[in-house]
């Protein structure tokens, strides 16, 4: 992709293209100013600015992507846009410049995720359009990508970022090594720093993909897997593009590319566990060029510029470059297993899913034996996926916000104890079994909390596809215990004698003597409303050993 514009686009990117025009005829351009700026570090609201910084992204990349499209472009808006971008105090989110610090640089060498991308982005477009653009512009845009992200990526300092093994490792890393073969691979006095900037990136490839383990799973959902994932993918092509050699390679790389398909819940939904969400976007072009590499299932659904809220340059590029229809389906199995992540999803006419894991994961909730019922082409008991992001959200109050909680899963609450944080509380596998009639997953949660006299806490899910859950939780205490059992849902239940009912889509019966609703509101990842449900049902373990008992019919 580096270095030349697009080919020839499919005829189902017609819409995209649509959006492309539009958005690079629209004239408005938010300004970026002191008082923007300070207002993260004021009030903790990221959306505020980083609506205002997007809105400028989507113009960046809607006017280099018709730039490169039609030859006939008039290159003087996108000359201002670039100017523009150049002009910014910094190409990092306020919430990120803290990560600069640690070597002394200002936020304006803050080379976090957005400030690479930014970098990518100019890049690829400058080299692209080589004896098109003016002069002036062009090589402004290659010193302000030197002086911002080339610097400190030369730098042998460790950046804060490298060793998180998580998405922030590929997209910086990505983006920087794709930012440097588009602007020095052409450059032969350059040629031994564009190998030590190939090798950074490929430094912390390598720590990328060790944060997966043997099943491909990716902890922090299906969202950071198109992020984190999706980087690596178009940094490795375009390495191989350069070099010849191949990060996608490695057996492990097959079963990261597989990931979104086996937690997939029909029709377009995924478990949102984590800081995910229930229906992401997976960008065209990659799903286009991992079928091509690895046989999994192709896109199907024609993109839109707005799909991405973020307008990164990754991801729009390479639909653009990579997109194909008409390759064969796959098929996906019914029941997928994720051992290293302990996670289970079955699909069908109805869809469970359930999870293990433990309580320090990257963009962590507690929510250990936490699970999903989705019938109807919704999560009726649903995971909240992400809250709005804020200074908060990250800090030591995290757990103090429904989405990321305990209390917004559907977890036992054991004498008035919530699940803890930490990597020390893991939910141990016990047993998993799918032998085509039942699927079976038992969890031992004891670990998950701090409770005295509580000798073990068992979690048992049985589940069969027709659309009926078994949940037995097995409590063994040496003195008697309040337990309260919560089921979260954004459908409001209708409670009756020993029974509750979600709009008669999923109806549960249990043996509860006390049962109640609460109606709580939270701030969802877009600052909107979130109206929750949770249903509570109350009881008392003896003594001894107990079970509580709870059975769920799909229709």
């Not at 018709?66 to 000359?79: F, V, Y």
């Not at 141990?428 to 509580?454: E, H, I, N, S, W």
Request: aromatic fraction near 10%; charge should be negative; include cysteine.
């Amino acid at each position: 992709m580096t270095g030349s514009a697009f080919p020839r686009p499919a005829g189902e990117l017609t819409s995209l293209l649509r959006d492309i025009r539009a958005a690079a005829a629209d004239d408005t351009m938010p300004e970026l100013g002191y008082r923007a700026y300070r207002d993260y570090f004021d009030t903790g609201n990221r959306l505020r600015y980083e609506r205002q910084y997007f809105r400028r992204r989507a113009r960046l990349a809607a006017r280099a992507a018709q730039a490169l499209l039609d030859l006939d472009t008039d290159l003087g808006p996108l000359s201002d846009t670039l100017w523009s971008v150049c002009d910014e105090y910094t190409w990092a989110l306020p919430a990120h410049v803290r990560h600069s610090a640690d070597q002394g640089r200002g936020p304006e060498q803050c080379l976090d995720l957005f400030a690479a991308e930014t970098a990518h982005t100019l890049a690829e477009t400058v080299a692209a359009l080589h004896g098109r653009l003016d002069r002036r512009v062009a090589d402004r845009v290659r010193a302000e990508v030197e002086r911002r992200v080339f610097v400190p990526y030369t730098d042998p300092r460790p950046l804060n970022w490298e060793g998180y093994r998580n998405n922030w490792e590929a997209v910086c890393a990505g983006a920087a090594g794709m930012a440097a073969l588009a602007l020095l691979r052409d450059c032969p006095a350059d040629t031994d720093r564009l190998a030590a900037m190939l090798d950074r990136s490929r430094a912390a490839m390598d720590r990328y993909l060790a944060g997966f383990g043997g099943d491909g799973g990716c902890a922090e959902g299906v969202d950071y897997w198109v992020y984190g994932f999706g980087y690596f993918v178009y940094f490795a092509e375009a390495l191989r593009e350069h070099t010849g050699e191949d990060l996608l390679a490695p057996a492990n790389v097959a079963e990261i590319a597989a990931f979104p398909h086996r937690v997939a819940l029909g029709a377009g939904a995924y478990a949102p566990f984590s800081d995910a969400s229930e229906r992401p976007w997976l960008p065209a072009g990659l799903l286009t060029r991992l079928a091509e590499r690895f046989g999994t299932p192709p896109a199907r659904v024609v993109p839109s510029l707005h799909d991405d809220h973020c307008y990164r340059w990754g991801h729009l590029s390479r639909t653009l470059a990579w997109f194909r229809p008409g390759l064969p389906a796959s098929a996906v199995e019914a029941t997928s297993f994720l051992p290293d992540l302990a996670w289970v999803v079955s699909r069908g006419r109805f869809a469970f899913a359930a999870k293990g894991g433990h309580n320090d994961e990257p963009h962590n909730h507690n929510d250990l034996g936490h699970f999903v019922l989705h019938t109807g082409g919704r999560s009726v008991l649903d995971d909240l996926g992400a809250g709005e992001y804020t200074a908060g959200y990250f800090g030591p109050g995290r757990y103090d916000h429904l989405h990321p909680s305990a209390r917004g899963h559907s977890v036992p609450v054991i004498d008035g104890q919530v699940q803890l944080p930490g990597a020390d509380r893991a939910a141990k596998v016990l047993r998993y079994r799918d032998d085509g009639q039942t699927v079976c997953l038992d969890l031992d949660l004891t670990a998950a909390y701090q409770v005295p006299g509580l000798r073990s806490l068992v979690r048992r899910l049985r589940w069969w596809p027709d659309g009926r859950l078994e949940l037995m939780d097995e409590i063994d205490a040496d003195r008697e215990l309040p337990v309260e059992e919560v089921f979260v849902s954004r459908v409001e239940p209708t409670l009756s004698a020993g029974a509750a009912d979600w709009g008669g889509l999923v109806r549960l019966g249990h043996g509860c003597a006390q049962a109640s609703v609460e109606e709580v509101t939270a701030a969802d990842h877009h600052a909107r409303p979130d109206r929750v449900y949770l249903l509570s049902c109350r009881t008392t373990t003896p003594a001894g050993r107990g079970v509580h008992r709870f059975v769920f019919d799909l229709g």
